[in-house]
């Protein structure tokens, strides 16, 4: 009974109490990490607190991951001890954060031999990727290369892309200054598919376009090559026309048709200084609400451009509206050769900013349209459909020297985007990492190495002590 007694005083002393308590609370935490653990196992949620999302996926990535229809495999050929696999592989586990239907492993080639063969894979640090019977291979382990193959690999039909030719247009080709090599790059690593276009020589915009690209013709459009883009947009075609001042004649009238009136002069806006750019180049920093510049909010530049209008009786069936303006200290400049000579005033006459460079129209399709004896109209499947038309009053914007500028590459290709009818894929393109150096003065400098590695521990060391020393002396 003693013992009982003595077993029974202990399990009632003070002692005993806080122990149990202090069990009791280890217990319960320990269950609450637990079931905090198997909840973001299942459900893991992210958030990014660096200045400029650098650990989050773009817009365009997170869309392309919502759209995806089927499996995509990524595997990543990399040695165990290359520098480069932990980045990738923090960037690669954000797309599977954002869709099930991602995956992705890495595998090292001098372990597996086998599986770099079995898939054509000579080089570290190809990165391939896999869904049903499409392969893409890539070199560059960045979010935009990364979503780009993801389009390839998963689209159904490559979309073709014709860009006009023989009127004096910029060669897709040509790598100098003036050529679109890098515009057709960029539509290419979109995944669709770009051609050229003689249309004297083919009569027709072929059936397989998805999209007409008239970029800078310099000489006027034969009166049978209008006639065949006026069938093509009957039949619900999809044209991008850009159009500089002096140039192209007789568009005008063509355009006119489908309530978009270009300019007979050019833009001229003083705010571009600021930019360290010259007058002739607007300053492009407003944009129309529309599914080409939603969420877009960066500033692009139009070398001479003119301006492009909505007509303010439209023809029927057609809609119309603005899409870029510059700001109110522009002005349409009429007497262009003596402003290309260098020769700016303004006139009171000559009307001020803001103005329009850009301007869009979505054509009705009728009943008899489409074919000659008004069956199919629109489409090849007997589908009615709508013609879309994207008019700028400048194509120097694309070429290789402006179309890294600023805004300039993703205005063009959201618009590309939105006559493919691929609005999904309209958005700010993957940003680039920024660094921010922290700039100390030499006062900051010592506090910042004598707070935390002098004074605070030294305060924890001193309460430690002191706190010995009054048990000990309790005792």
Not at 287 to 314: C, G, M, W
Not at 375 to 385: A, F, L, Q, W
């Amino acid at each position: 009974m003693k013992g009982f007694s003595g077993l029974q005083a202990v399990c009632r002393s003070r002692r005993a109490r806080y122990g149990t308590n202090t069990a009791l609370m280890i217990l319960i935490m320990t269950a609450i990490l637990a079931l905090i653990g198997a909840i973001t196992t299942k459900h893991p949620w992210r958030y990014d607190l660096t200045e400029n999302q650098r650990y989050t996926l773009s817009d365009e990535s997170r869309k392309v991951l919502d759209a995806l229809e089927s499996e995509v495999r990524v595997t990543a050929f990399l040695q165990k001890a290359s520098p480069s696999r932990l980045r990738l592989q923090d960037l690669l586990e954000q797309y599977e954060y954002h869709s099930r239907k991602f995956s992705f492993e890495f595998v090292d080639p001098d372990h597996q031999p086998g599986r770099a063969k079995s898939l054509n894979v000579t080089k570290y640090g190809t990165i391939v990727f896999q869904s049903g019977e499409n392969t893409e291979k890539i070199r560059e382990s960045t979010e935009e290369k990364i979503t780009n193959a993801i389009l390839k690999v998963t689209r159904k039909t490559k979309k073709i892309i014709y860009f006009l030719t023989g009127h004096g247009e910029p060669d897709i080709n040509d790598l100098a200054k003036d050529g679109n090599a890098s515009a057709k790059k960029a539509v290419e690593d979109k995944g669709y598919q770009v051609k050229t276009l003689l249309l004297m020589q083919e009569k027709e915009v072929p059936e397989d376009a998805s999209i007409l690209v008239v970029a800078g013709p310099r000489k006027a459009l034969f009166g049978t090559e209008q006639e065949s883009i006026q069938r093509y947009i009957a039949r619900g075609g999809k044209v991008f026309f850009m159009l500089d001042p002096l140039e192209a004649p007789g568009m005008e009238a063509f355009l006119k048709q489908y309530g978009i009136a270009l300019g007979d002069d050019i833009i001229i806006d003083r705010m571009s200084r600021i930019f360290g750019a010259e007058a002739r180049i607007p300053v492009i920093s407003k944009y129309q609400r529309h599914p080409i510049t939603e969420r877009f909010n960066i500033v692009s530049f139009f070398p001479l451009a003119r301006t492009v209008e909505v007509e303010k009786d439209l023809p029927k069936g057609v809609t119309a509206q603005r899409l870029a303006m510059t700001g109110p200290a522009a002005w349409a400049e009429k007497e262009i050769k003596s402003a290309l000579e260098g020769k700016i005033s303004q006139s009171p006459e000559e009307r001020k900013g803001p103005l329009s460079v850009a301007a869009v129209a979505t054509v009705e399709i009728s009943e008899t349209q489409g074919t000659e004896d008004g069956e199919n109209p629109g489409g090849t499947d007997g589908s009615k459909r709508n013609a879309r038309i994207v008019v700028f009053g400048d194509s120097d914007f694309v070429n290789n020297a402006y179309l890294g500028l600023s805004g300039n590459r993703d205005l063009f290709l959201n618009t590309i985007s939105w006559l493919a009818e691929e609005e999904n894929l309209i958005s700010i393109r993957a940003k680039e990492s920024t660094g921010r150096p922290m700039l100390l003065t030499a006062r900051q400098g010592r506090v910042l190495f004598w707070l935390p590695v002098v004074v605070l521990p030294s305060l924890v060391i001193g309460t430690g002590i002191t706190i010995f020393l009054r048990r000990r002396l309790k005792g």
